[in-house]
């Protein structure tokens, strides 16, 4: 693209002079004359490009491929089945559902036209949008979210989340018309209604038994903003290794601006390292706190932290009075450090081999919750607090495979000794606790927000800190912005801000 100062000076009126002005011997007033038309040209040439600086604005940039990097392969790409992040990023992209949600956890109809909540808060009823196509151009009904829903409630294909979608009545009276009917008010409900929509005529055939089989190597057909346009597999283990996304064109949600997203997986820590390094991929969010505090970063690439919405949550039992909505509130208020809890858990910190200690700040809020929680019947008798003579303790369940969480439970167990509640941290591995968590044996559950469903008779007590995630990517590729990288890790990339640069001064000049 010509710039503006080369259409300047072509079209300037001293191009037929300048021969004139540089025939003949040198003399003083030519050379006065020089020095003030330098002049005059050197402070335009600051004041253009001050000026253009000043008017340089950012536009939509539709195309060009993101090139992303993730640690292990998805055995899924199946809303149903997703329980990584990765498996559960990949599928929110592929598949839509009624609802979706922005980075900041609001959920907007998606496929739904709209929808209405009874004056009792238990009935939902969703319309769905005119003419909704599968990625395959077959017709997408309240027949396919009928039969998702059938799935979502088979405890053999979603043993985390079966026992929530059983207790909803759900019903359709035509095609475009879903109503689901609740046992209480669940304010989560909306967000929920985000599931990924299956086609049920890729799907009705295959048995619960096989279900898992057949979505390992079926290909993924959706509604969502983009398509699975091809799946490159590791010979020796079988498992994915390069997914390649398009843009679906077709969507009736909104059309993302990114033409491709090139996904690789990769073993460990090492290897995405060097294909940050080499240049085989653009960006990562997979990269540990570990290697972060190894790596000798290079200068050709760049870490941004960015909020991810999610919250690392302490869930209760409704029949758990420890931690009702007074005592959370001031718990909440008073006691956790948001802003430092994050760098404390995320960034590596080993918070079991630290005492809890209480400065000076720490010391005056504690003080004031204390005073609040007087005015509300509670006491310290000898170190504990008590309700009356009942002691408060807590037993904090968590699972093993996420070392963030444990860190987490072990901070969240310091913070709450220093007010007198005595608390034990339990962890688990994934088995047992998606059992013990349908049993309901837990009074409390410490577990990142949105990641797992988690049984009815559960509420959100704490909201212990908000999640961070830690973005390395190659400066200025396809113009990436904080915005367009969380979309693309987190929620969905139809929501992407690529960006170039256009220099409005140069239009002035250009005839329309």
């Known amino acids: 693209m010509s710039s503006f100062f080369s259409f300047f000076f072509t079209h300037s009126p001293f191009s037929s002079t300048r021969p004139t002005l540089l025939s003949g011997p040198l003399t003083r007033a030519k050379a006065l004359l020089y020095a003030s038309i330098t002049l005059f040209f050197a402070s335009l040439y600051v004041l253009l490009i001050t000026l253009n600086a000043t008017t340089l604005v950012t536009v939509p940039f539709r195309g060009g491929t993101l090139r992303q990097g993730i640690i292990g392969a998805p055995r899924f790409i199946n809303p149903v089945l997703a329980q990584t992040d990765n498996e559960r990023s990949i599928s929110a992209l592929v598949f839509a559902g009624l609802m979706k949600e922005l980075p900041d956890g609001t959920p907007l109809p998606d496929l739904a036209q709209s929808y209405e909540v009874s004056a009792d808060e238990r009935t939902y009823t969703f319309i769905l949008k005119d003419n909704i196509t599968f990625q395959n151009h077959t017709p997408l009904t309240s027949h396919d979210i009928l039969f998702t829903l059938e799935k979502l409630r088979s405890a053999s294909i979603n043993p985390a989340g079966a026992s929530y979608w059983q207790q909803l009545l759900v019903s359709s009276p035509d095609e475009q018309t879903i109503i689901f009917t609740l046992p209480a008010p669940d304010s989560t409900f909306l967000s929920r209604a985000s599931f990924g929509i299956l086609p049920h005529a890729q799907w009705e055939s295959v048995p619960d038994e096989a279900f898992t089989d057949t979505a390992r190597t079926a290909h993924p057909i959706g509604a969502g903003a983009f398509i699975v346009s091809r799946i490159h597999f590791d010979k020796t283990t079988g498992s994915p290794n390069i997914i390649r996304l398009s843009k679906n064109k077709r969507t009736r949600g909104e059309v993302p601006l990114l033409s491709h997203l090139v996904i690789t997986t990769y073993a460990n820590q090492t290897a995405l390292t060097e294909a940050l390094e080499n240049k085989t991929i653009d960006m990562t969010a997979d990269i540990s706190a570990e290697t972060f505090e190894r790596w000798d970063i290079p200068k050709t690439l760049q870490v941004r932290t960015i909020p991810t919405g999610r919250a690392v949550v302490l869930y209760r039992l409704s029949n758990e009075p420890l931690f009702s909505s007074g005592l959370s509130t001031v718990i909440t208020q008073y006691l956790f450090d948001k802003q430092s809890s994050p760098a404390t858990i995320e960034d590596g910190y080993d918070t079991s081999s630290v005492q809890a200690t209480v400065d000076e700040q720490q010391t005056a809020k504690r003080e004031a919750l204390l005073q609040t929680l007087a005015g509300q019947g509670y006491r310290i008798d000898d170190g504990i607090l008590k309700k009356g003579s009942v002691p408060l303790s807590i037993a904090i369940a968590t699972v093993n495979s996420t070392p963030e969480l444990i860190a987490a439970a072990r901070q969240l167990s310091q913070e709450l000794a220093t007010i007198g509640i005595v608390s034990e941290v ?35 007590a704490v909201a212990v800190y908000e999640q961070m995630q830690n973005i390395v990517a190659r400066p200025f590729v396809g113009g990436i912005t904080t915005d367009s990288l969380r979309s693309v890790r987190l929620v969905s990339a139809s929501a992407d801000t690529w960006h170039v640069a256009t220099d409005r001064i140069w239009k002035w000049f250009i005839k329309k």
């Open 426 to 460: 339990q962890v688990f591995d994934l088995g047992t606790f998606q059992e013990k968590l349908e049993e309901r044996s837990f009074p409390f559950v410490l577990v990142s927000e949105k990641s797992m469903s988690l049984p009815s008779g559960y509420s959100k």
